[in-house]
Structures are given as structure tokens and as C-alpha cells.
């Protein structure tokens, strides 16, 4: 199975998928609340405290993240709040390596959406994007609206955790082929090499 997180200090999407690439559970962990998360050594908690019921519920094999901003661009992030969600990623990465004893994997967003197919045309916003082609094309998403007939703020999270898990499903399958592929490479030579070597005793 594979756990897909997108991590922000504000909301926390994350998805679990089986080995067949469906969706076994999709939420988030919600932190605007101040008062309840002053820190976020508090927000960091919190999210100890649900991955270790996922950790005793599914068998997690794979963990990827989307890796944070590293760039600046006009009207986005500033630098101590680019500074803070690095700190924060890196502190639910070494969570997860501690609670599941897996190295985490790291893919930008745009490579993530490129594996998924999904295509973001100049002046698109992203997030929209992505949860259009999710709703399109996924009948397991499940999303909420707000009076208004917006998504309600976490399924934006949400969405990209799936995009997320979903790339990482495509990378590892990928990977396995690769092996499969250099093993009987490998297995071919070494009979080729026993051939020789038998026609040699002969």
C-alpha cells in the first residue's frame, strides 16, 4: 500500500492506496484552529497520533511526499513562510520514517501531475485543475461543496495527496518492470554463460 501526503501547516491531505491503485481511504488533517495548534510541534502531534492507528490498520510499503517550494515566484510564499513549511515537511518525513520504518519519496507537483496525465495549461490555477480531472476520471474521489458550489478547503489538500500517491503507484510499478526487465537480462546471460562454459568441458 502506499501513503500520499501533501503537507501544510494549515491542512494536511493524505490518501492510502491499494497495490491495484485504488483509493482505500482519502482525509486530512485540518490545523487552522490557533488556539488548539499554537505550534507546529502541535500540529506535528497531532499527525503522530493518526498515522500510528494507520500504521496498525494498513501495511504501508511505500510513503511519498510532495516536496515544498524550493523558488521563489511573483505573489507566492514568503520566505519565512517557505522556511516554515520546510521545517514542518521535514518533520512529518522523519514521523514517518519513524513510525514505518520507510524512507519517504519525493515528487514536485508538476512531475506528479504529469505522471497522473494531468495537464495544467498556462494561466490554469493547478488546484482547480486537479480536482476537475479528479472528479472526471476518479469515482473514488469523494468531495464536499460549500453553499457557494466550491470545493470546502481540504479537498484541495486532499487532491493533491492523491495525485501524490497515485504518481508514486505509477513510479513503483515502473520500477518493478525495470527489475523484472534487467533480471531476465540477467538470467539470459547467465545461461549463455553456462552454455559456454559447458560446451568448454566438453
Known sequence: MILGLDISTSITGYTILDCHNKIIRQSAWDMRNK?????IFDKAEYIKDDLL??????PIENICIEQPFMFFNSGGSSAKTMAILQRFNGIISWICYDIFKKE????TASRARKLCGIDIKRGQKAK????????ENEEDFKIEYTPKGNPKPKYYDIADSIVIAKAGYYLFEEGKKLTCYHKDIKDENNKKSIKKNDKRRA
Open 128 to 135: 482547480q485543475v486537479v480536482i476537475k480531472w479528479l472528479v
Open 35 to 39: 488556539n488548539k495548534f499554537k505550534t
Open 53 to 58: 492507528f494507520i500504521k496498525a490498520q494498513f
Open 104 to 107: 519517504p519519496n519525493y515528487l
